[in-house]
């Protein structure tokens, strides 16, 4: 314990005054002894000074900061990938040995790739200074008996807050005073209805989401007044918690940059192994050492597939404008593909899979159970029991009930013309009323006319309730609206057709069943009650009598249970992780088709009952994985779910759009934020941002996803097989002490220019029919299965077999000789490897109309390869270049001829090989 200038005394929540028990928290213990604790008198507040001593043990209110990314570091990081180090390895040696026309080449692959990466990526950097901006607001205090507004940051544990609705709360506090306060927590808990504040002592247990004594930092006040002791500020709020989990979340390399790493090593392997035997095997066999190393340094270059980096880098790129067209804004161009290993998405319930527009759809009365019709802000609608329209008895004690929950209300629907839809102002719940009742011809500014409202008994969270009173000129009538589980316990009678009955003891466990089957309908539940009195200052909440149970609900979004059943087709797990009662979320589920053939024990968990994530049995945690909803979550553990998902093999997709969801968007494989809804900090830690809020746009992004990964995978078979025929030329013609059929600038050239078109138009296709139909990818498969190198390895070959047999038939047959043999060879392989494209189809015996025929860009590349192979025989700067003789007419019928060869027989040879698609593998769909 400490004692202050003002003689007031404080102790440190963290620290006890001999370092022993530490203070209980700030949730329990009545007001007064909370102030005690805190060392503040209520109406003075602290001094100044103190203000400053405290400030220096505690510290700014403010979040921690990381330390912005520079632009250096974001063009550092495009040389991370292990290609493009082997490129400047390449270009090392080629300016070693004196080739420096083939470095510089080189070189300007490297700085394409580099530049692309970095102008796309740089405007991704994100920042937690987002957090701070939550700060950045003035508070009013009072301090030294007066009342001021100072900046949030100067904010200390022990200040006394005032609040009203409309305010940002700035801090963690803990109420003294509250008159009718409700706090919109959604950002902070995920629950999306304002919850009611009180000032009464709760256990130590209380859960987040339940603590009404507390305000937290970066939430709202929403209706009311009341005054608070800050309790916790900076790092020691909430949400400061949360910032610091958001640090600690590590953001996960995603699946195709550790694919493209793996690829990259095994490419580092193959190069040196190739090229060390190479240039010791000349060495050995008597060959000059210098041309011998010249021989290595073509074998690497033909190794390393040049155009990788750059193809890979558009081919996300035109994926990511293509999402950005259908609303899905990515932040990070390697994200793109991960949409399409999606094995398992975790979403939030309200505005995701529903409207975010509560909607009153049923009204249980006395005699009957009415339905409304009608959603969100749609003021039409139908009144219906049985399917018949009420009749007069049924429709007045149905309107008796709308016109109480209109009296018993603060929100307000403003209509500014017939052409603009209606505003709603007030809590979501209250607003649904409002549109119920109008919906019967009730408004509200008629009955305050004829009624007006005396006072208003808050929110009481004994009770659950509020009541308000009204004049009716003889009589004081009062309105109750609240929760029917405790609403009911106070009503002693209940109005029928015939008049007020009494409420029997089984009449009330009856009411009490209809209103837990609403409930269990994934409705929310108020119970309506009045009662006719003389004076106002009466209590509201004895001898009340029951009007009915009044059932809202969220409705589900449409499209939303088309778009699940995709997911499900594709092999997708929907995971609904919600702030909500377990009830409520189940129910949406049903509905929505999320779990229709789950055993009803996977369909929901309650994360309450859980404890530590790292203490459960192996059974609890497939329990949780298994689970469909997941209800009542924290920050802390969303984290653990989603580190269970990936622990499991799975990829992970996370969807949110609060402040609680931060940590968890930036720790899964790809992190999905609300655009219109989302705040600043869920946006800033996400890698997609939705501009719709619509689940449908997500599904759809998978599809593009997966289509970008197929495409990915035809041109890396399509580079690699093109690069492996390289090899083997060169390599068997070493071997064989030939002259060298291609030369090492030829090579680069084939690598960088008509390797590269065809390639990227591969790349940007859209992809092969039945894409959402198959099972995710397993998360470990590589983007080379062994079947893909078996395919690369039969292209390579027979692409050789005929350059080679070209070069034969040239020298024996056409007495070609050097340059012009070379020549042969070279053209072939060109347009060998040109038309070797048509081989990366899926369906090989669909010749005509398939995915590369269909596709636009192919065609395009194929004519600019053809003008670039035609440059390079006859333009002569170009050709001197490269070393190449024009071909006389008799060397172009054979070069024409076979380089035909490979894409006559490569059907054929894939059938031998492997029936799958090129975007299929033997290790199977994922589980």
């Known amino acids: ?14 620290e006890s005054p001999n370092g022993a028990a530490a203070s209980p928290p700030p949730w329990v213990g009545e007001a007064r002894s909370i102030l005690e604790q805190f060392g503040v008198d209520e109406h003075d507040g602290l001094s100044e000074s103190e203000v400053t001593l405290r400030r220096r043990r505690f510290g700014p209110n403010q979040l921690k900061a990381a330390k912005p990314q520079k632009t250096l570091a974001i063009f550092v990081e495009q040389f991370r990938s292990v290609v493009i180090l082997l490129l400047v390895a390449a270009a090392g040696l080629s300016f070693v040995f004196g080739d420096l026309v083939e470095g510089a080449a080189i070189l300007a692959v490297i700085l394409i790739n580099t530049a692309i990466g970095f102008v796309t990526e740089l405007r991704a950097v994100r920042s937690i200074e987002t957090l701070r901006k939550l700060g950045r607001v003035d508070t009013t205090v009072r301090r030294d008996g007066e009342t001021k507004r100072v900046p949030a940051v100067s904010l200390v544990p022990g200040d006394i807050v005032l609040v009203e609705g409309g305010d940002f709360v700035t801090a963690d506090m803990r109420l003294v005073e509250a008159s009718k306060l409700e706090a919109n927590e959604s950002t902070l808990t995920g629950e999306s209805v304002p919850v009611g504040k009180s000032v009464d002592a709760l256990p130590p247990s209380t859960h987040l989401t339940e603590r009404a004594n507390m305000l937290f ?3 709202a006040v929403t209706r009311g007044a009341g005054v608070a002791v800050v309790a916790g500020t900076g790092l020691e709020t909430e949400l400061g918690r949360i910032s610091n989990l958001l640090e600690e979340a590590e953001a996960e390399e995603t699946p195709l940059e550790k694919k493209l790493d793996t690829l990259g090593r095994r490419l580092v392997w193959v190069t040196l192994v190739i090229t060390g035997f190479v240039a010791i095997s000349g060495i050995v066999v008597g060959r000059d050492v ?6 290595a340094i073509a074998l690497a270059v033909a190794a390393i597939p040049e155009g990788l980096p750059i193809v890979t880098t558009l081919a996300l790129a035109r994926g990511m404008w293509r999402m950005a067209r259908n609303n899905a804004l990515i932040a990070r161009l390697s994200a793109v593909e991960t949409l399409g290993a999606t094995s398992v998405i975790l979403t939030d319930k309200t505005g995701t899979l529903t409207e975010n527009r509560m909607t009153v759809t049923q009204l249980a009365v006395s005699c009957a159970t009415v339905s409304v019709s009608g959603s969100g802000l749609d003021l039409v609608g ?17 309107r008796e009930l709308l016109t109480i929950v209109t009296l018993c209300n603060n929100a307000s629907i403003q209509q500014s013309g017939n052409s603009l839809p209606p505003a709603p102002v007030g809590d979501p719940t ?17 009955l305050v006319a004829s009624m007006p409202e005396l006072r208003e008994e808050p929110f009481d969270p004994a009770v659950k309730a509020m009541a308000t009173f009204h004049d009716t000129g003889s009589s004081v009538l009062v309105a109750v609206k609240g929760a029917s589980e405790t609403l009911l316990q106070h009503c002693s009678e209940v ?13 009330r466990d009856s009411w009490s069943a209809r209103g837990q089957k609403l409930g269990e309908q994934g409705l929310r539940t108020l119970a309506v009650a009045t009662k006719t009195i003389s004076d106002a200052d009466e209590d509201p909440y004895s001898n009340l009598v029951l009007l009915g149970i009044v059932g809202i609900v969220d409705p589900p979004r449409e499209g939303v249970r088309e778009a699940l059943a995709a997911c499900r087709d594709a092999g997708i797990r929907v995971v609904m992780v919600t702030g909500d009662h377990v009830a409520t979320a189940q129910h949406i589920a049903t509905k929505l088709g999320l779990v229709p053939d789950s055993p009803a024990e996977f369909l929901a968990v309650d994360s ?12 609890e945690r497939s329990r949780l994985t298994d689970a469909r909803v997941i209800a009542r979550t924290s920050p802390k553990q969303k984290l653990d779910l989603i580190d269970l998902h990936q622990r499991s ?24 934020a609300m655009g219109v809804r989302g705040t600043d900090v869920a946006k800033e830690s996400a890698a997609m941002i939705l501009q719709d809020d619509r689940f449908e746009t997500i599904v759809d992004a998978v599809a593009q996803g997966r289509a970008i990964y197929s495409n990915i995978r035809k041109f890396v078979v399509y580079l690699m097989s093109c690069n492996i025929s390289e090899i083997l030329i060169v390599g068997l013609a070493t071997l064989a002490g030939a002259p060298l059929p291609l030369l090492p600038l030829q090579i680069l050239f084939l690598n960088l220019v008509t390797d590269v078109f065809p390639a990227l138009a591969l790349g940007v296709g859209e992809g092969a029919p039945g894409l959402m139909q198959r099972q995710p990818r397993p998360a470990k498969e590589p983007i080379l299965a062994g079947n893909h190198w078996r395919i690369i390895a039969a292209y390579g070959a027979i692409m050789s077999a005929s350059v080679l047999g070209a070069m034969a038939i040239a020298i024996v047959g056409l007495g070609y000789q050097g340059q012009s043999a070379v020549t042969v060879s070279f053209l072939t392989l060109a347009l060998a490897q040109l038309w070797h494209v048509l081989n990366m189809r899926d369906n090989v015996g669909d010749w005509v109309r398939n995915e590369v025929t269909r596709n636009p860009w192919m065609w395009a590349a194929a004519l600019l390869c053809i003008v670039l192979i035609l440059a390079a025989t006859y333009l002569p700067g170009l050709r001197d270049l490269l070393e190449i003789t024009a071909p006389e007419p008799a060397g172009w019928a054979v070069i024409l001829l076979m380089s035909f060869v490979p894409v006559v027989f490569g059907p054929a040879i894939r059938i031998v090989v492997t029936r799958e698609p090129l975007t299929e593998s033997r290790t199977g769909p994922a589980s």
Request: aromatic letters at 2%.
């Open 382 to 398: 139908d009144f219906r029991h049985d399917g018949e329209i009420l009749h007069e008895p049924l429709h007045e004690l149905t």
């Open 608 to 619: 309450r009952s859980l404890g530590d994530v790292e203490t459960l049995s192996p059974q």
């Open 290 to 295: 210098v041309l011998a190393i010249e021989v």
């Open 217 to 219: 930092k970066g939430t």
């Open 430 to 446: 209250e607003v649904a009323l409002l549109v119920a009742a109008k919906k019967l011809g009730i408004q509200r500014e008629e």
């Open 649 to 672: 093999g799975r990829i992970v997709a996370m969807i949110g759009d609060g402040v609680n969801d931060a940590p968890a968007l930036k720790k899964a494989d790809i992190g999905v």
């Open 495 to 507: 109005r029928t057709i015939e008049g007020d009955i009494r409420l029997t003891d089984d009449a």
């Open 1 to 14: 314990m400490t004692t202050s200038r003002n003689g007031l005394k404080f102790r440190n929540r963290k």
